[in-house]
């Protein structure tokens, strides 16, 4: 399975990509986790990220191509893979396209999770993951069995700094800007499906087994 996520902050792409990595055991590459452990480790390429990050503004397109490079290129992504917040700009999809194609292999499927700015900002603004594990919670959705504290490692759980109101609604207006036409993208290839992002975690679920059912990737 060689799948990108596609779809607005918010859409339930990381959420999927979990499950489907672990179910038909490939990679999850997601690059905002990338560079968030950048930032925590206060390397350079973090301390360079985390500016924009905090921002909701995008990652020079150099940064994150050097950071993903140790992950797109050797052997490791032959096994299959899960592309989450990866491409994000029309050169970071060329840069995807020449490395795949020096490896003789391509994009089988691009998923693009349709969302609506209403769901994309109740997901986000109740979002809480933890400090210590990163486990992602939600205080309507998936709360945490106690109030602020991770059910898997009592860690403290905290809002992402970009979770923030004004922060998200920059994000949205990036996507729309510079990520959202990697649609057209991927359409022109033949490889686009869509999915309805608004639906609860399980049913959106459903929906891409259906898809993956279809075109023979299960
Ligand atoms: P995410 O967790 O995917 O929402 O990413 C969080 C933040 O990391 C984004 O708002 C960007 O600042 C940065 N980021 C993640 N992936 C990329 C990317 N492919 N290109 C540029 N910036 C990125």
Redesign the pocket.
């Known amino acids: 399975m060689r799948i990108v996520l596609l779809g607005p902050?918010g859409a339930g792409k990381?959420t999927q990509a979990e499950t489907l990595s672990k179910k038909y055991k490939v990679s999850h590459v997601?690059?905002?986790?990338m560079?968030?452990e950048a930032v925590a480790s206060n390397s350079p390429i973090g301390i360079e990220?985390k500016g924009?990050?905090d921002k909701?503004?995008?990652?020079p397109?150099d940064v994150?191509t050097k950071i993903v490079a140790s992950r797109l290129s050797g052997d490791g992504l032959r096994e299959g893979f899960i592309l989450?917040?990866?491409?994000?700009?029309e050169n970071?999809a060329k840069s995807l396209d020449e490395e795949l194609n020096k490896q003789g292999i391509r994009i089988e499927m691009a998923l693009y999770f349709r969302t609506s700015e209403e769901v994309s900002i109740f997901r986000l603004t109740g979002r809480r993951v933890c400090r210590v594990c990163g486990a992602n919670f939600h205080i309507k959705n998936i709360p945490p069995k106690s109030e602020n504290v991770c059910d898997y490692c009592g860690g403290k759980l905290i809002q992402r700094e970009?979770d923030k109101k004004g922060t998200i609604l920059k994000?949205l207006e990036v996507y729309k800007r510079q990520t959202r036409p990697l649609i057209d993208h991927y359409k022109a290839k033949g490889v686009l499906k869509e999915v309805n992002g608004d639906l609860e975690i399980k049913e959106a679920l459903k929906g891409l087994f259906v898809i993956f059912n279809e075109a023979h990737l299960a």
């Not at 997601?30 to 986790?33: F, I, R």
């Not at 989450?84 to 700009?89: A, I, L, M, S, V």
């Open positions: 902050p990381g997601s690059t905002g986790d560079l968030r990220a924009y990050m909701g503004e995008l990652v397109d994150v989450d917040g990866f491409p994000r700009t970071q970009d994000r």
